[in-house]
């Protein structure tokens, strides 16, 4: 059948289902594909493992977050900030530059400290290393935090890589520098995060003594503190990593797991000690750009570092679904 181009499409059909000849009329619909369109989706086996090979290791199918199932519901929710506790992060990736926090309460560059919250200028963070807002220094000193914020929440669309929860928003909390960093400075990112109402942490660190003071800090912080268990291939119910070790409830202790689904050499694990395992080797995501070249800016690393943000991804998932299905409760749970 024809009509006339100018005819509403609405008019056409109320006339051709009042036919008593006509079953039904609907609109011919476009639909869209559902198929994840960045390019090296492929390589991210822990979001979907298909038995593919990745760095000359053949997987086995489905070991993975099933990532695929869980964005049917919710890719997370930009209203969602995820503090990472880290290096510092190239906030202006391709992949990560929509998906970096704001500070709606700062006015950028006015050196004033609007929201009165002892930082000057923190828009997107802060650097707790240098103590000023440069969220980003250098490729091989910000190379970790990149990594980890990319496996978080990358951008979907047609470069690169995906992240888990795409949607979400990185805060940037840098405390790590070419040689580590200070307790004092992860306390004050924790703070920091807990005074903006964050409520997921992401810690890719560890290292020092059992403290009591950054154990109070997690502890009172109201997140969700997941945290790397560590790469030393020990039980840490006997050789304790902390914060990861930490004995509280608000804690994640993530072990990490290759693509066959067998425990990494490297990762430490503990019956007591460590909560969940996740894919942590051979895991390709954003790194630093090459003198602005951010064609080739993603590598695959190893390390609980990288198990621990794929838990954070699902964490983040997981509010962003309860948010949305039970509002008013989640309000109240959070």
Do not use: C
Not at 270 to 283: Q, T
């Amino acid at each position: 059948m024809k009509f006339s181009k100018n005819k509403k499409m609405a008019d056409v059909l109320k006339e051709l289902n009042a036919s008593s000849n006509v079953e039904y009329v609907e609109p011919n619909y476009v639909y869209q594909p559902t198929a994840v369109t960045d390019p090296l989706y492929n390589e991210l086996w822990g979001l979907k493992n298909t038995g593919q090979e990745i760095l000359g290791q053949v997987g086995k199918k489905g070991i993975d977050i099933s990532a695929e199932a869980a964005w049917a519901n919710t890719k997370g929710s930009s209203s969602l900030v995820i503090g990472v506790i880290d290096t510092g992060i190239e906030i202006n990736h391709p992949e990560l530059k929509d998906r970096i926090w704001v500070n709606t309460e700062e006015i950028p560059n006015d050196g004033i400290d609007n929201d009165k919250n002892g930082y000057i200028d923190d828009v997107n963070g802060w650097n707790f290393y240098d103590k000023n807002n440069k969220l980003f220094i250098r490729g091989e000193e910000d190379f970790h935090g990149t990594h980890v914020a990319g496996t978080i929440a990358a951008k979907a669309n047609k470069i690169g890589v995906t992240g888990i929860a795409p949607n979400v928003k990185i805060m940037p909390l840098k405390f790590i520098g070419p040689y580590g960093g200070y307790e004092s400075d992860a306390i004050a990112a924790i703070e920091y995060a807990k005074v903006k109402g964050v409520k997921i942490l992401n810690n890719s660190w560890g290292g020092g003594e059992n403290s009591q003071a950054l154990k109070d800090a997690i502890k009172n912080s109201g997140t969700l503190f997941i945290a790397a268990a560590g790469n030393s291939a020990e039980n840490s119910d006997t050789s304790p990593m902390y914060p990861a070790a930490y004995d509280l409830p608000n804690i994640l202790s993530v072990a990490s797991i290759n693509n066959t689904g067998n425990l990494s050499y490297f990762s430490n694990y503990g019956a007591k000690s460590v909560d969940v395992a996740a894919p942590g080797e051979g895991i390709l995501s954003t790194t630093p750009s090459v003198e602005g070249d951010y064609s080739k800016a993603y590598e695959y690393l190893d390390g609980t570092s990288m198990a621990t943000p794929h838990v954070t991804g699902v964490a983040a998932l997981v509010k962003a679904h309860i948010h949305h299905i039970l509002p008013f409760k989640s309000r109240m749970l959070s």
